[in-house]
């Protein structure tokens, strides 16, 4: 059977849940080299897939230019977060776990509202020690397995550190 075929379906079939890149290898019996291979090529020659690394996993995405087209088909909906909300996912991203009383600093603002907002919507959780962190949803939207495959996420995450310990004063 054609590789890049197998690839291609089983990203397709992960949804958004992504392919482990090492289990892909192994069963594709492939190397790292030729794996990045079979994805450039789906990339350049598939008008409406694209295949995407994002830390271990590879994803499949629908081309942006369908957007519109599946919006108006209902197979995909927008939630737009308003600017508390993606405030507040990010500072939960990047802190993962953090209290409550740490997102209210960083934010200046008290967050009650918008903390059970994203529980509600299913992007954070709460750990079993009163602390936030992402949840299985929200990492998968994102496409990542981990917060520390955030962009620029050590470094954030310092600034975020440095800003707390004022609290801790």
Do not use: W
């Amino acid at each position: 059977m054609n590789l890049k075929r197998q690839l291609k379906a089983a990203c397709i079939a992960s949804a958004d849940k992504g392919i482990n890149v090492s289990k892909i290898l192994d069963i594709l019996q492939i190397n790292l080299t030729e794996l990045l291979q079979l994805v450039d090529e789906i990339n350049q020659e598939d008008d409406v897939i694209q295949l995407k690394f994002t830390g271990k996993k590879i994803f499949a995405n629908i081309k942006a230019e369908y957007f519109d087209l599946l919006k108006k088909l209902d197979l995909i909906s927008e939630t737009k977060l308003s600017p508390s909300l993606q405030e507040t996912l990010a500072i939960v991203a990047y802190l993962s776990p953090c209290k409550k009383s740490e997102i209210d600093f960083i934010r200046g603002v008290e967050s009650s509202h918008t903390i059970l907002s994203l529980m509600n919507l299913g992007y954070i959780q709460k750990t079993g020690d009163d602390q936030y962190e992402l949840s299985e949803k929200a990492l998968s939207h994102m496409q990542i397995t981990e917060p520390s495959e955030l962009p620029n996420y050590d470094l954030i995450r310092s600034e975020f550190q440095v800003k707390l310990q004022n609290l801790k004063l």
